[in-house]
C-alpha cells in the first residue's frame, strides 16, 4: 500500500488550558476525500488546525507524505504541500479577486502541481468575472471560490477544506462539489469538515465522526447505509 498523504496518530491538543482532541486517529491515502463529521464543539476543525500547528500544545503524530511534522512550525508543514481553507476564508477586503489570488507564494513541495491563472479562471468562472472586484464586493459563495483557488496557486496537493458550503446558495454548493470532483479526478488528497451530509455524502471516499475530541466511528463510503443509523444518533442535535 502506498505511503498516506496524511497519517495522524494519538493526537492530542489544546487550546490555553482546554484539552480539545483526545487521541485522535486517522489515515487518508493519496488522492482520497474524507470527511470529518461531528455536532458543533466536536473537535473537527480543532483537528484541522492541529495538522497544521494552529492549536496551542500538540502531541502524538502527524505524518505528511511520510515525514512526521509534529514539532514542525506552521510554515514548514505547509511546505510539504498542505493547504488549509479556513471557515471565515481570510479574503484580504483591501484587495482584488485577483490580488488575492496572487498572494501566497508557491510552495517547495515537488508533489503538488502550481495551478495556472487561466486553469483557475476555467474552474471558477465566477471568479474571472470579479477579478478586479475587491474582496468586499465579492459574494459569500464567490469568496469561498477564491478561497479555495488561492491554495490551488500554490502547488499544495493535499487540501483541508472547513465548512465549504456553509450558508451558500444551492446553485453555489453544487458549484463547489464540481469542484471537489474535478480536483480528486486530477489527483488532490481532500479533507474536509462538514456539516451538510446532503452536500458530502455523494463526494466522500471515507468517512469519520468525531465526538467529544475522539473518532468514535470511521468507515468508507461503500459501508454507509450500514452505519446510517448510528450516524443518526452521533450527528442528531
Known amino acids: 500500500m502506498a505511503t498516506p498523504a496524511l497519517e495522524i496518530q494519538n493526537l492530542h491538543a489544546w487550546y490555553g488550558e482546554s484539552h480539545i482532541?483526545?487521541?485522535?486517529?486517522?489515515?487518508?491515502?493519496?488522492?482520497?476525500?474524507?470527511?470529518?463529521?461531528?455536532?458543533?464543539?466536536?473537535?473537527?476543525?480543532?483537528?484541522?488546525?492541529?495538522?497544521?500547528?494552529?492549536?496551542?500544545?500538540?502531541?502524538?503524530?502527524?505524518?505528511?507524505?511520510?515525514?512526521?511534522t509534529i514539532h514542525l512550525a506552521t510554515h514548514r508543514i505547509a511546505q510539504l504541500g498542505l493547504g488549509y481553507c479556513p471557515e471565515e476564508r481570510g479574503i484580504f477586503a483591501s484587495l482584488t479577486a485577483e490580488e488575492n489570488l496572487r498572494l501566497p507564494p508557491p510552495l517547495k513541495s515537488k508533489r503538488g502541481k502550481v495551478m495556472s491563472e487561466a486553469d483557475i479562471y476555467a474552474m471558477f468562472p465566477n471568479l474571472a468575472e470579479r477579478k478586479n472586484s475587491p474582496g468586499t464586493r465579492l459574494s459569500g459563495g464567490e469568496q469561498q471560490m477564491l478561497a479555495v483557488a488561492r491554495i490551488l496557486r500554490t502547488g499544495a496537493d493535499i487540501l483541508l477544506l472547513d465548512e465549504i458550503s456553509e450558508g451558500l446558495a444551492p446553485v453555489i454548493v453544487q458549484a463547489l462539489a464540481r469542484m471537489i470532483r474535478t480536483l480528486k479526478s486530477q489527483g488532490f488528497t481532500i479533507v474536509m469538515v462538514e456539516q451538510n451530509f446532503r452536500f458530502a455524502a455523494p463526494l466522500a471516499d471515507h468517512f469519520i465522526v468525531i465526538e467529544h475530541g475522539e473518532v468514535v466511528l470511521s468507515f468508507p463510503a461503500a459501508e454507509l447505509q450500514a452505519h446510517q443509523a448510528r450516524m443518526d444518533e452521533l450527528l442528531s442535535v
Not at 488522492?31 to 494552529?54: E, K, M, P, S
Open 21 to 68: 482532541l483526545h487521541g485522535i486517529n486517522l489515515s487518508v491515502q493519496p488522492g482520497q476525500v474524507v470527511t470529518l463529521l461531528g455536532r458543533n464543539g466536536a473537535g473537527r476543525t480543532t483537528t484541522l488546525r492541529a495538522i497544521l500547528g494552529l492549536t496551542g500544545a500538540r502531541k502524538g503524530s502527524i505524518k505528511v507524505h511520510g515525514e512526521e
